[in-house]
């Protein structure tokens, strides 16, 4: 017998109405990523007290909720998902220790355009160690975001040493998401994303806590106007863009979300440009688009 009209319809606007709600979610998690330079910039506290902030303020909301609805899936982890779990959140704790540093040496247009090779960085090392093969256009895009990486940091030396070594820290910082994704992407098939977002925020909190204390890093007596964009800076980044991407993953293609991302460096740039007054050097204009393009043509396969 057929199905009524009407039934048939039911389920089609159903998924329409979800797609539409995950794009704007994904565009929000974009916009509200971009503000992470800008908050940080204008938050004028040491980097790695800024790191600690922000990760260990994300878990005091993350954690009491993954003990709340998760408790069954971490009882369930096992010793071997724990040390990857540990090791998933060094590896976030040295991201964002060494993503802002960067950004009190050189601009926050290098340190973003810098940032998004991150999809290549990924794409080798998962042909690595999870045996994932790369086709020709993902090669050719490589080639051109390396070129546009280049670009960049040859424009950095030009203005000085100081600018060179905060496209160094940029650098290492992208390797260290790279892994952090990569590590990520093995265990997320296995642990649902909240008791896989809350043990790995919390446990990079904890370090960058401890080498804080050890390194007599300042992590209290600031202004109102630090702890505010402190504040900021764990709530809309963090919080906000990034459970606003995983949200949206979980309905859009991930090639879409990746693809979608490369907006965080255009976004902040933008920001930067009218907040902070930083102006984009022609090298930054050039290598970033080599950049971009590279990055989209790598993810288009």
């Known amino acids: 017998m057929a199905t009524p009209r009407g039934v048939r319809e039911a389920p089609l606007r159903a998924r329409a109405a979800t797609s539409a709600q995950a794009y704007a979610w994904l565009l929000v998690g974009v916009g509200a990523v971009s503000f992470a330079a800008i908050f940080i910039r204008l938050a004028a506290a040491p980097s790695l007290a ?16 993954a003990l709340l609805g998760a408790r069954p899936s971490l009882k369930r982890l096992s010793p071997g998902q724990w040390r990857m779990l540990t ?6 704790a040295l991201h964002f220790a060494f993503f802002i540093a960067s950004l009190s040496y050189t601009s926050v247009a290098s340190v973003m355009l810098i940032s998004v090779t991150n999809p290549l960085t990924v794409m080798v090392a998962s042909w690595l160690f999870l045996r994932e093969r790369t086709s020709r256009l ?9 070129a546009g990486a280049a670009v960049i940091g040859y424009g950095d030396f030009r203005l000085g040493r100081q600018e060179l070594y905060g496209d160094g820290l940029a650098l290492l910082g992208m390797v260290a998401i790279s892994a952090y994704l990569v590590l990520g992407r093995r265990l997320r098939g296995e642990v649902p994303v909240l ?3 809350a043990p790995v925020s919390g446990l990079a909190a904890g370090m960058l ?8 890093v300042p992590l209290w007596g600031f202004s109102p ?7 900021l800076l764990a709530l809309v980044p963090q919080l906000i863009g990034h459970s606003s991407l995983n949200w ?9 979300v990746a693809v979608v991302v490369l907006g965080e460096a255009v976004g902040a740039i933008l920001l930067a440009w009218a907040l902070l007054g930083e102006t984009p050097t022609a090298a930054a204009g050039v290598g970033g688009a080599l950049v971009l393009a590279g990055v989209s043509l790598t993810l288009r396969r």
């Open 50 to 65: 800024a790191a600690t902030y922000r990760l260990a303020l994300a878990s005091l909301v993350l954690v009491p909720l």
């Open 87 to 92: 090791l998933a959140g060094g590896c976030l």
């Open 138 to 146: 993902g090669l050719l895009g490589g080639g051109l975001a390396v």
């Open 195 to 197: 008791a896989y977002v």
């Open 209 to 216: 806590l401890v080498v804080s204390l050890a390194a007599g």
């Open 225 to 231: 106007k630090t702890y505010l964009f402190l504040g």
């Open 248 to 256: 949206a993953l979980g309905h859009v293609p991930a090639a879409v």
